[in-house]
C-alpha cells in the first residue's frame, strides 16, 4: 500500500523526538488570570457573554468540582497538577468571531496550513479530491475503507474557535455545525436540553472541571432523516504555554439523522505538562447513527520523559432511541499520559455501540484508555476491537467494561484486545471488567499479547527492508482491522502517524 | 571473477557458541545453478540464512565475497538490494499485509537502496499478475496476509514469486520443493527455470534427486558436519539417492 514508503520518507526525515507539530505560532494573546476560583468561571463566562442559566451552571460544576478528588485508579504516574497555577482561558488577542474566512487572522490561517488543515474551503476540494483518488492499489490495504467526498472543518486555536468551513452548504441541508459558544447564543432550547444529559456536571473529576471552564468546542445538530451531506471536523490546537485546554463537543442525531465526525489535535513542544481535559457527548435519537473518528496526536514529551500533554478525557454517546447506532474509533499516538474511555450508553432497544482504538505509546508515555458499554435496551449489541502497541519504555493499559442491565434482554458484546510489544522495557495491560445481570447476555471476549517477532522483522529485512520498514509493515498489519473502520483520508495519516510514532523503537 | 565466494567460513550460534559450520569454501560462478545436498542437521538452512544476513550466528573466520566485495558487515535489506535472496525452508507469516503490499514495499525499498526511483502502479501490477499467472496464485492469495493460511505448497509458490519479482542476482532455494504435490512441483521448478540466465545464479538446497530432474543442476556439492564434502556433476545426484549420506558423515568425522 502506498502509504508505507511514503511513511518510512518521513520517519528519515525526522530525527528521533521530533515532533513535527511541535512549532509556536507567535500570536499575541489574551489571557484569563493565573488560577481557578469563581472568578475565573465567571470572566469566561463574560468573555462569551453567555447567558445567566450558562453562568449558573458552570458556577454549580464549579461548586462541585471543589468537593471532587482526582482519581487514581488509572494505571498512569504523574507529578501532582497544580490546578492554581494554569491559565484557564486564552485567546487570540483582539479576537472577534470572523464572519468569514477572510476575516480570519493570516498567522493563524498559516498556522493550521503547516499542519496540514487547509481551512480554505477551495483548498479542502482541492486537497480532498487529491488524497482520496483511489490508487489501485489500495485495494488490498484499504479495502472497506470509505472515501469521504468533502470535510467541514471548525479549528479551535487554545480556547476558541477560529474558524468553521462550509457553513453555507450545511445550513441549506438543515445541519448546524458551528462553535458551541456560538450555540449557546443561538440555539439556547438544544443546548439546555442536551448539554450535561450524557456526561453529567458531576460525573468525574476532569468532566466537572471542563463544565466548569470549558472554552469552545464544537457543536452538532443534524435534523431528522438528514444524512450530513459531509464529514465534519474540529481541529484543535493547543498554542499559549501554561494553559489548559478544555473544550467541550455536543454532538445530537435527530431521529433517523447520520454524521461522521472527525477531529484531530496537535500541540507545541514545551517542557511543562499542559493539561487537556475534555468532554464529548453525543446523542442517537432513533435509529440514527454517529461515527467519531478521532486522530489524537497532542505532543507526547521528548525522549526522557520530560513535558507532555495530559490528557484527560471524557467521551461518552448515549444511544438514547430504538435501533441507533454510535461508534467511536481512535487511533492515540501522542500525549504523555492518556485517560480516556469513549463510551456508549445502549439504552435503546436494538441499539449499537462499537469501539475501535488504536493505542500507540513510546518513549515514557503512559495509556491507560478503552471503553465502556453499558447494555440497559434489549437486544443491544456492543462490539470493542482495541489494538495496542507499546514501544520504548512505555505503559499501554486497556481498560474495559462491558455490563448488561437487568432488563437488557439478548444483550451482546464481542471484546478482542491485542496487545504488541516492541521492545522489552515496555508493558502491556488488559483489564476487562464483566457484568451481566441478565442471563440471556452474551459476552465474548478474545485476548492476545504478542512480541514482534524477530523472525517476522528478519524475513521483511530479507526482503529489502529496512528494520524500520520492517517494523512500520508489521504493526500497519497489526493495526489493519482498526484503520479500516477510518474514513480514507484519516486513515492514511493515521498510517504515517503511527510509523513516525514509533520512530527509534527498534534498533 | 566468481559472482560468489565463501571461503574457509565458520559460523557459531551466537549465545551457546555452538559450532555449525566448520571451515566451508564454495564458489558458485555466475548464472550456475549449484545444488547442495546433504543429511539433516549438517548446516545446509544455517548457510542460507548466514548468506541472508540472519542475526543470531556469528561467523569466526572466513569470508563471503560477492563480486569479490565481503558481505559479511552488511545489513540483509542491504544484501537484498545487492541481489541475495533466500526463499524460506518455512516462509513466515506477516498477518494483516497483503502479499501485494508487502511485494512493492520490499521492491520499492530495494530500488531505493541502488538509486532507482520508485516502481509506477501499473508496471507493478502487470508484473505481478504475469508472475502470479504462471504460478497459479490467484487473486485471493495476493490480497490475504502475506503466508496467512496458506498451505504448505502455496506458501513454496509464494516465495518463488517473490523471488520472480525481486529479480535476485543469487537465490537461495532451501527445500523449496518440500510439501509440494507433484503437480505444484513441476510448476514451481518451470517458474525456478524461467527464471535462469546467465546474469542470475542459484544455490538449490534438496534431500530429492526428484527436483534435480526438472531443476537440472550444473554441479553438485555435498555438505556434512558443515562442511562441502564433496562436489561432482548431476550423476552425483544419482549417486546420493542409491547410497546415502553414511560415506560422508564418516568421512567428515
Ligand atoms: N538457533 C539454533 N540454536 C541451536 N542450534 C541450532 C540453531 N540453528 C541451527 N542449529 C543446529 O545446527 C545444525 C544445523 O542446522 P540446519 O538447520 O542448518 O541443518 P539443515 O542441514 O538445514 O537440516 P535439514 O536438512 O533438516 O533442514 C542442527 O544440528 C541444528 O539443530
Ligand atoms: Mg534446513
Redesign the pocket.
Known sequence: MPAVPETVDRVRQIDVDQYKYGFVTDIESEKAPKGLNEDTVRFISAKKNEPQWMLDWRLEAFRRWQTMREPTWARVHYPKIDYQDAYYYAAPKAFKAPKSLADVDPELLRTYEKLGIPLKEQEILAGVRKQGEPSQLDGDMMEGMRSSGRVAVDAVFDSVSVATTFKEELKRAGVIFMPISEAIQEHPELIKKYLGSVVPTSDNFFATLNSAVFSDGSFVYVPKGVRCPMELSTYFRINEQNTGQFERTLIIADAGAYVSYLEGCTAPMRDENQLHAAVVELVALDDAEIKYSTVQNWYPGDADGKGGIFNFVTKRGDCRGKNSKISWTQVETGSAITWKYPSCILRGDNSRGEFYSIAISNGYQQVDSGTKMIHLGKNTVSRIISKGISAGKSQNTYRGLVTAHRRATGARNFTNCDSLLIGDKCGAHTVPYMEAKNSSAVFEHEASTSKISEDMLFYCQSRGMSAEEATALVVNGFVKDVLQQLPMEFAVEAQKLISISLEGSVG | MSLLEIKNLHVE?ED?G?K?LNGLTLTIEKGQVAAIM??????????AYVLAGRP?YAVTEGDILLDGESILDMAPNERAAKGVFLAF?YPVEVPGVATMTFLRTALNAQRKLRGEGEISTPEFLKLVRAEAGDLGINQDMLRRGVNVGFSGGEKKRAEILQMAILQPRIAVLD?TDSGLDIDALRIVSEGVNRLRSPERSMIVIT?YQRLLNYIVPDVVHV?AKGRVVRTGGKELALELEAKGYAQYTDEAA
Open positions: 550460534i551457546e555452538k555449525i546433504g543429511p539433516n542437521g549438517s548446516g545446509k538452512s544455517t548457510l543470531g525452508q527445500e534431500h555438505l
